[in-house]
């Protein structure tokens, strides 16, 4: 693009993001300002054409995952060559997951001419069950239109045409609805698919086992697929920016594809959209014009996007940008801090209310855990502070964070069975120990014996989703347990490769397939960001993982 031109583009977000920040007043001045910086390093996405590589029919089997799996029939030939009338359903495999939009063109077969419209409808699905489990009456809990059925009436045949909707999916079932006498078959079925994903990953040593070699694969096209002009949560849904898939796709990116400018991009978007008293929202989306998810304020994402800015600044060394959005890292603290009691303990109760992610899991008690992730942020958050130079803007941070691990060794330490303890029915759960391992509120020693109490025990409250265990991951590897890490990525993340994931999965409980926080499974991201992570600890960790 001319540097004329790009200087008009720029000045037209510029007057976007003010149109669109003067919606609601802003706690940061600077918030336009930052918004034209995001729209500055929006990436330009590649595109790489793609065919269907064979058809497959599905078959109902109890043994693969949620009940269905694909067999092979061969060929996509029949498509191009004989009547769609002969073949009035369809399934093709495209071999890998894909995300981006479908091109095609339909071509009569004799020297009739068309005289009717032709109906077809094609449904895209990430795992086999997708094509085989009704979708209507629609039980679940988001909108039906996320779901990957488009129905298109051709008026006449030849024709091109594209499915305007953007999608992701490895599956395609063609079903013909509505044709006339005249036969046609296609001429061109093809897949535009977009990433901003664009340097090559470092191979893995030699040494490393096919398992993990195949995990780190899939962790790979995970966050492959991720990488839009956003870190996206999910391609196919919900396809925008949270804090929590950002956290960790960033960490994922930096031992991988190395596209950092999203990772900027990402952090000076969602500090643009923060609300009028200067509390991150937990997702913003792009279109029409970014804009925050009004009313989602998860505090445990906010205290995380100080440990992601961190993060980006070990990475890249750049100080502009961790300066211009330390006014946001102590915000998120102050708002974070208003929470606490007087004896420093974090009161589920007091107003507001704020949402507490940790984990897609029923009955699992957060408070412990954010007691530990408090604490985690102020400590990360002050070494920020001094790579900056801002020690003095901080300075009370580390007593702050020392009071509240003291607060928590009194108030959810079990000493006798070593484990902690949260909330009025002093549930044990693996993410209450995780979180007070990570803030160094046990010792390693002590957390080593919380993790091994917990592991075994069968009443424990265990994570429902890739993203927690990213954090049980890491809080094995701060407590020396080497082994148990490399145990829990090969049979977690490893489950779902040996279940037939190409891409990881936003939810995922091997006691449970058909587990979703919707109420209908096959809504659920087959492609989600925060399960990518096993890239970040396979070659950040060589030694542990690829020996």
Not at 192 to 206: E, V
Not at 255 to 270: A, F, G, I, P, V
């Amino acid at each position: 693009m001319k540097r004329a031109h790009m200087k008009i583009l720029l000045s037209l977000l510029c007057c976007v993001g003010v149109f669109t920040l003067s919606a609601q007043s802003r706690y940061f001045k600077e918030s336009a300002s930052w918004l034209q910086k995001s729209e500055a390093c929006k990436p330009v996405l590649t595109y790489t054409e793609h065919k269907p590589v064979k058809r497959v029919t599905s078959i109902k089997d109890a043994s693969a995952y949620q009940g269905w799996r694909m067999r092979d029939e061969g060929s996509t030939d029949l498509l191009f060559n004989e009547s769609l009338k002969k073949h009035p359903s369809v399934i093709v495999d495209f071999g890998e997951h894909l995300t981006g939009y479908l091109d095609f063109s339909l071509k009569l077969l004799s020297q009739q001419v068309s005289d009717a419209p032709v109906r077809i409808k094609f449904t895209f699905a990430e795992v086999p069950s997708e094509l085989n489990t009704p979708f209507d009456p629609y039980p679940g809990g988001l909108s039906r239109a996320w779901l990957q059925d488009e129905v298109m009436t051709l008026m006449t045949v030849p024709i091109e045409a594209s499915i305007p909707r953007r999608v992701s999916f490895r599956y395609l079932k063609i079903e013909l609805l509505g044709a006339s006498s005249f036969d046609f078959a296609f001429d061109k079925l093809t897949f535009r698919a977009q990433t901003s994903a664009k340097t090559a990953p470092l191979p893995l040593a030699s040494t490393t086992d096919p398992l993990i070699r195949k995990i780190n694969e899939v962790g790979l096209l995970t966050l492959k697929e991720c990488m839009q002009t956003v870190y996206e949560d999910g391609p196919k849904r919900d396809r925008r920016l949270w804090i929590g898939d950002l956290y960790l796709e960033a960490l994922a990116n930096a031992w991988s594809y190395k596209n950092h400018d999203l990772t900027k991009r990402c952090l000076y978007l969602l500090a643009a959209l923060a609300n009028d008293e200067g509390l991150l929202h937990a997702t913003v989306l792009e279109t029409p014009t970014p804009h925050p998810q009004n009313g989602t304020h998860c505090l445990d994402y906010s205290l995380l996007y100080n440990v992601a800015l961190l993060e980006y600044l070990k990475e890249t060394g750049d100080k502009e940008v961790a300066l211009d959005l330390w006014p946001v890292v102590v915000r998120q603290i102050e708002m974070a801090l208003r929470q606490y009691s007087d004896d420093w303990i974090y009161d589920m109760q007091k107003k507001p209310i704020y949402w507490l992610v940790f984990d897609w899991k029923d009955n699992y008690d957060r408070q412990a855990s954010m007691q530990g992730l408090t604490a985690f942020s102020l400590e990360k958050s002050y070494e920020l502070a001094k790579m900056l130079g801002k020690e003095k803007e901080a300075g009370d941070w580390p007593r702050i964070a020392g009071q509240i691990k003291k607060a928590a060794r009194k108030t959810f330490y079990d000493q006798k069975n070593g484990v902690i303890v949260s909330g009025p029915n002093r549930q044990v759960s693996y993410l209450s120990q995780v979180w007070m391992i990570l803030s160094e509120t046990l010792t390693a020693k002590e957390g080593a014996k919380a993790m091994a109490t917990v592991l075994s025990m069968p009443d424990a409250c265990y994570p429902g989703c890739p993203y927690a265990y990213h954090y049980v991951m890491e809080a094995l590897l701060k407590c020396g347990m080497r082994q148990e890490a490399r145990s829990l990525l090969t049979s977690y993340w490893g489950g779902m490769v040996n279940k037939g994931a190409d891409t990881f999965w936003e939810v995922y409980d091997p006691n449970n397939d058909e587990l979703s926080p919707y109420g209908f499974f096959p809504i659920n991201s087959y492609c989600h960001a925060w399960s990518c992570t096993p890239v970040y600890f396979i070659n950040k960790y060589p030694e542990i993982f690829q020996r």
